[in-house]
């Protein structure tokens, strides 16, 4: 099947319980019993939550997904259940080929703890992905005995990176991202690190069609206490795939339909063995993940006499119960920003940047949004008034931008 041809397939199959990145392990329950494919309870977790494997194909070539080791990096998730109803209601020959050539195991929640809070540790404040080696999680103990009893030849180790990661030193957002995991300090190519590098050929490839300059890689540094280097230190080809920033669409339904493409046809690659042509050089040219964005930068504003950029996040807060989240802004940097990008940029060349206070329609107008100071302050709340001539043109309130 063709990227184009599955990407149509996709609208009419996607799992429609999904519409954003806040469900619980409840809500996967039903799912998950539900669905025609083979599954088994592995283990629970601290709290005694139930950890699903679910499984299909009948191949030869062994491979295992898993999602939700942090508990709020839940794009990739959705996308799995999308491929459970892809192979439950396809019958052609993309999917008997990989049926007949794959036996595919996925574990789409392993930190069901940290998705009832939409954090990402486990309920025991523990980080997994550094608990490979000390297996101090029940979590971390229950995957690395499934690892060891599946053996794996391929593992795709899923998650949710940073909005501000850009693909590159440059304004455009690691949409996804990529990595090859090292299994030594010395970052080695060895056979199993070589034909997951060259995987991940296989899916850039593709999403250059459809997010251009739009894919990052992530640096290679070996971290010992990680599972991903050591799935990949105990000879599992270990392919790392972050779902990253789209604008503003903060829930990543497009991202979640890029997983969808993307794992599908490495699948389809690892079935017919059509990647073994694939270079270093080609992964080194996918560019590094750098972190030099901000959610809003204002640049070239005049604040106390002197010409200064302004950058700001915008951090998601959680609700009492993790079910929905409100924006909480943050001034994250003030000076030359000359090296950094925004998300959105505002270019305030000729405004002056002065405090809300004195003007009280706008306080009026946006109390129920402001909450903190009302001026710029470092590390505080974004709330100022940027002016032309003594006049307000402009309020930032909580890191957003409105025209006055």
Known sequence: MSPTEILTLFEEIKEPFFTHRRFKHRDILSLIKKSSLQKEVIGRSFEGREIYKLKWGEGAIKV???SQMHGNEATATMALFDLFRFFENQNNGFVDLLKGQLEIHFVPMLNPDGAERFTRRTAQQIDMNRDALALACPESKLFKKLHEELKPDFSFNLHDQDVRWAAGHSPNQASIAFLATAYDEACNWNE?????????CEMNDILQNFIPGKVGRFSDEFEPRAFGDNIQ???????????GGNGNQREKMELRKLNFLIILKAFEAIAKQSFTNR?????????L?????????????????????????LNEKNNQDATDYTLESCVEDIGDLSTSFGIETFDADGYV??????????LTKYKDQIDGLTRLSFEKKANFALTKNGKPSFAVINGRIYPI
């Open 192 to 200: 199993t690190r070589t034909e997951a590098m060259q995987v991940i």
């Open 289 to 313: 993940n750098t972190k030099c964005l901000f959610d809003l930068l204002i640049k070239n504003a005049e604040y106390e006499g002197q010409k200064i950029d302004v950058g700001i996040y």
């Open 353 to 362: 940047i002065e405090a809300l206070d004195q003007f009280s329609g706008i």
């Open 279 to 287: 270079t270093l050089k080609e992964y080194e040219s996918i560019p």
């Open 64 to 66: 295992l997904l898993w």
């Open 233 to 243: 230190k105990w000879g599992s080809r270990l392919i790392l795939i972050e779902s």
